[in-house]
């Protein structure tokens, strides 16, 4: 899905103004097939990236940060001031969510499971921009007087529940994940008289080529703006894939596992 | 909540125009006071039934009736062959539904729990306007081909899952009742891949006096054609009311329970 490659040489058709050799370049379209060395595309499923941005990040854009968008803007006007909270606080996507609220001066109160160096994490969050960060026990207590206009779950289950009773009344929340593989459940009452709005996000379930395209100019602007460099990265070999997934099965990560492919 | 009574006098500063009496009138305010022989009222918080609408369904007009134009209105743009589903469909609400459905050219799917007179039960709701009248087990298969824009449920639990599922894609599901006392619950892939809409609605929570009167203009010109003429009822004295509730908490009830209060 998301990886970022270096053009070789062009084809004869494509114009010398849109890409050059040595550009670096992610993928458009979807399922493009990003897990190879070597591939003739046509050039208008590929987005060139400027030189000043770091290779790993690059690598990282074409999802998580335009998904981080669309969320704060499809779903409710957010002004300067609004509140939002969301789970899952520090995936790449929340992290992505902290850094776009916080440029746009939106309060975002963001629910972190405990763990091991929870102290860093909060930390490292409030550093790009978050507001406030607590655990899911605390969300009763600690979110009482936000009334988030915008709710963002990637976990489900109990999480999601609380969330929604943390919204203010005519608040949204947005599905976009299901981490705990629970179902989201909220009770008739609470849908009724608090008049909420449950939606679900899937970047994939639209984003033509051009629509992507658009999203990643905006993202590139705020990157050059220093949004999304807060991700760590641990580099495997494509070979290595196995040791990868590992990595990427351990609880609790705090960095992007990325392959790395020679030729 | 609801009630029909008859004015007896005005007082000095109310207009003619406005009320006469002998007049049937309705409450427009909440928690009125309808269980008692007589009371001093404003104007202003009563509506006037004309005379040609019976007695016992003009004390049925004030929630049920307005509920379903809401639900019909207020959450998805429905045109003529639009479809939609519903559970509890013989309920009075789902009564009115399937009739302000019909009115406008508009497909019902109707599911009614089985009973011991199921099919008298969907005998009735075809001759007021259903499309097709199903049970709960049948919806997945019966429900397949039907892809409704817009679901409403009053039922919660696996009821409202059920609905949730036969949605189109964008589809929008209202929660307005919770017969089953059970939570909503919709997986995350079905709320982000087939995008829905999840909503609730109480008409309590937004009738003022005013928006509530133009809901009843409404109400009375399609009365007046024919609809809402369905209930039946059953009548209690109001000394009778442990009677009454016994009624009601009666399962696969058929008709209101109405108390008549004598002065």
């Known amino acids: 899905m998301e990886g970022v490659g270096v053009v070789k040489a062009l084809g004869a058709e494509v114009r010398a103004s849109d890409l050059a ?18 591939a003739a595309l046509p050039a208008a499923s590929l987005y060139r990236i400027p030189e000043c941005l770091p290779e790993l990040p690059a690598a990282c854009l074409t999802i998580n940060p335009p998904t981080a968008l669309c969320l704060l803007e499809r779903f409710v006007d957010l002004e300067e ?7 899952g606080a520090n995936s790449a996507i929340g992290k992505a969510v902290v850094e776009v609220a916080a440029s746009r001066g939106i309060k975002t109160l963001n629910i972190v499971r405990d763990r091991p160096n929870w102290d860093d ?57 299901a981490m705990s593989l629970k179902p989201i459940s909220i009770s008739a009452p609470l849908l009724i008289f608090k008049d909420l ?33 807060s991700s760590r990265f641990e580099e495997f070999a494509l070979e290595d894939y196995q040791e990868a997934l590992q990595f990427c099965e351990r609880g609790f990560r705090d960095s992007k596992a990325i392959l790395r492919i020679s030729h």
């Open 121 to 177: 994490v909060a930390e490292r969050l409030t550093a790009i921009g978050a507001t406030a960060v607590i655990r899911p026990e605390e969300a009763k207590a600690a979110g009482a007087g936000w009334k988030p206009a915008l709710g963002l779950d990637c976990v489900g289950g109990e999480s999601a529940t609380a969330i929604a009773k943390l919204l203010r009344p005519g608040g949204t929340m947005v599905t976009y994940g």
């Open 197 to 229: 709005r449950i939606r679900g996000f899937a970047l994939s379930k639209e984003s033509t080529p051009d629509l992507k395209a658009k999203l990643l100019d905006r993202v590139i602007t705020l990157a050059q703006k220093g949004l999304f460099a």
């Open 81 to 87: 001031g609004s509140v939002i909270v969301q789970n």
């Open 21 to 38: 050799p040595g550009d670096r370049v992610v993928p458009l379209d979807p399922m493009l097939g990003t897990w190879r060395s070597l």
